[in-house]
């Protein structure tokens, strides 16, 4: 029997539509150790799908055409080492959004835009806080 979600996969998988497919999987490859386990160009090498892997993860990539838009996205990544990923963002050509910082809700992160305007937020959870500290936390800040 066939299973509605396949192997590999979660039952939401990001789609991110972009000017330069090729481009975008290039510094996601830099960034964040990403693998291409699948990628379909048309006659003229021009990526019409792509699938790529971060951790346990999978990020499906199109190239803009026609009816189909360029739209930026925003991600959430959990890593090992937020501080050292978004060096690596970075010298991949990302621009800061927010240097990593511990925060109240649990995790150290920062974030990123890469150059088709994605935000890739960065993230290390360092703490497991409870829904009821959570909301105690978010009170004292004042958020």
């Known amino acids: 029997?066939?299973?509605?979600?396949?192997?590999?996969?979660?039952t939401i998988t990001p789609y991110i539509t972009v000017d330069d497919a090729r481009k975008l999987i290039d510094f996601i490859k830099a960034a964040f150790d990403a693998a291409v386990p699948e990628l379909l160009t048309?006659?003229?090498g021009n990526?019409?799908?792509?699938?790529?892997?971060?951790?346990?993860?999978r990020i499906m990539i199109g190239q803009a055409r026609g009816e189909w838009k360029a739209r930026?996205?925003?991600l959430y990544l959990y890593l090992p080492d937020v501080d050292a990923?978004?060096?690596?963002?970075?010298?991949?050509g990302a621009t800061s959004l927010m240097e990593p910082a511990d925060q109240f809700y649990g995790d150290r992160n920062g974030g990123v835009e890469d150059a088709f305007g994605n935000w890739w937020w960065l993230a290390t959870r360092i703490e497991d806080v409870s829904s009821e500290e959570l909301q105690r936390r978010m009170a004292a800040q004042g958020k």
């Open 1 to 10: 029997m066939v299973q509605h979600v396949p192997d590999g996969y979660h």
């Open 42 to 44: 048309d006659d003229q």
């Open 47 to 57: 990526i019409r799908h792509a699938e790529t892997q971060i951790g346990d993860s």
């Open 72 to 74: 930026p996205a925003t």
């Open 85 to 92: 990923t978004y060096q690596r963002a970075l010298a991949a």
